[in-house]
């Protein structure tokens, strides 16, 4: 029987596995032999409830066979993404599901670029295929897809599945683990500080940028417009993706609703999910280089062009009206 892969969080609170990883292996046992993958070696309470909920193999880094990493930190030693790498080339498994929590979308992406695979993310179910199910249009509909290259990786949204017991005696192996040779991105700068913003869902003006905005150096412009104006800063689902603003700043179906009297949309396609979360807004202005992008059907004022070009010109505008003596 093929094996599947589970990628085992801990509940740092229960200090036990986490209920999401009870949840993985009741559907890694619809596909095949649940394996669950440890980040570090689990006690016996741990192999207990791993056992409890199907898993026959247990898969952890073996600490003694690279002596030098001791005592070094997580981002020296290897990542969940270094792990699961090493055991999906020992074990070849039919699948590998992961929690879609922040760390576990961002681990499942890491490691389909270094397996060269197809990933789907934010499932709520998984059947023989495998197959993933997706919820979308804003949960109304469901869709099934399939990896057509590589193994398939899975994240699975954290509730979608009820633990099921099916008790099993995993054993427990270990695996050498070499940290990847890329080395870990740094802040070469310390950004400097910005006057308090109003919170995104009761602010006034709302100064929001997307995946045109093409680098997180062009958001930092963009945060300096949002300031200029007293706005609050915001972005899209991709931008939030990307690491280019806070998930808690995102707007849309899966984040934040504002009405704000203006809203200034920068690189911002305007898709269904975006739409939803900022179609309450009085007046919207969009700065993008496609004509044809569905925002532009809400704005009142469309500016066509490169948000990289536009921004820092607008932001020169607003300051120098800003330094305008008063009447």
Known sequence: MAKVVALVDRDARA????RSACALLTLARRLGEPVAVC???????????????????IWCPDSSALPEQRGMSESKRGTDTDLLAAVAQHLHPAAILIAATR??????????IRLDSGIITDAVDVRSGPVAVQRCLADSHLVESTVVRGTPIITVRPEAAVPEPSPAAPILHTIAVEPS?????????????????PALDHADIVVAGGRGIGSQSTFAV??????????????????AELGWIPAEARVGITGK?????????????GSV???????????????????????????ALG???????ILPALLAEIERRSTFPSQ
């Open 222 to 239: 963009l945060a300096d417009v949002a300031e200029a104006l007293g706005g609050a800063l915001a972005g899209s689902h991709t931008a």
């Open 15 to 18: 200090g036990t596995v986490a």
């Open 273 to 299: 999910r975006h739409r939803a979360g900022m179609q309450g807004a009085k007046t919207v202005v969009a700065i993008g280089d496609d004509p044809a992008a569905p925002i532009f059907k809400l704005a």
């Open 103 to 112: 760390r576990g979308q961002e681990t499942a992406a890491r490691l389909a």
């Open 181 to 197: 040779k890329v080395r870990a991105p740094r802040i070469a700068a310390t950004p400097k500080p910005r006057a308090a913003c």
């Open 257 to 269: 609703v504002v009405n704000p009297r203006l809203y200034l949309a920068c690189g911002v396609s």
């Open 303 to 309: 500016v066509v062009g490169d948000a990289r070009e």
């Open 39 to 57: 980040a570090d070696a689990p006690d016996e309470e741990e192999i207990r409830v791993l056992g409890r909920y199907g898993a026959t193999e």
